[in-house]
């Protein structure tokens, strides 16, 4: 890296850690785009499944703000979407999830989950501070156990993010 680059991002770090006061930091990182590789990093999708991972394969929606994180080797396979809110969009993260979860009125829900929760295809659906989070380990998987585990480690992983404890 160039002596340019380092300043650069030096100057940047100062300038962020000088403009924002301690109260103003919580919407800074709301209004930041979390990717959902930062929700369920490699380590906890091995934590999670027992498999070495690559980094994950990413896809996208923009249209509805999803992001998909897919890790997948050997028949192991986790992936997690993420929908964050957008400014000007009228189709959020809220109504997206609560149109999905009508349309499954009698799902399972997994006590201490999120803001709200509950289980269909994919897996688990997740509704936490205004963010959807879904989480697959597999079209088979039925343990309740495992998608409780991994919701709970990216609704963690989101309150790092979002400042919300």
């Known amino acids: 890296m160039n002596k340019f680059n380092k300043l650069a991002q030096a100057m940047s770090l100062v300038f962020l850690l000088c403009c924002f006061n301690n109260k103003d930091m919580p919407r800074a990182a709301e209004s930041m785009t979390i990717e959902p590789a930062m929700i369920i990093t490699r380590e906890d999708a091995k934590a999670l499944t027992g498999v070495s991972f690559e980094e994950c394969i990413t896809r996208e929606q923009p249209a ?11 028949g192991a396979f986790l992936q997690l979407g993420l929908t964050q809110p957008q400014k000007g969009e009228k189709n959020t993260p809220e109504s997206i999830y609560n149109s ?3 349309a499954f ?3 399972a829900k997994v006590e201490g989950v999120g803001d709200d929760n509950f289980i269909a295809p994919p897996g688990l659906h997740i509704m936490k501070d205004g963010y959807y989070i879904t989480i697959s380990l597999g079209l088979m998987t039925k343990d ?3 998608l409780k585990v991994a919701g709970m480690k990216a609704v963690q992983n989101l309150d790092r993010y979002t400042q919300k404890k």
């Open 105 to 107: 009125k009698d799902a």
């Open 64 to 74: 509805v703000g999803l992001k998909l994180c897919v890790y997948d080797k050997d």
């Open 144 to 146: 309740r156990e495992k």
């Open 100 to 102: 999905i979860k009508d």
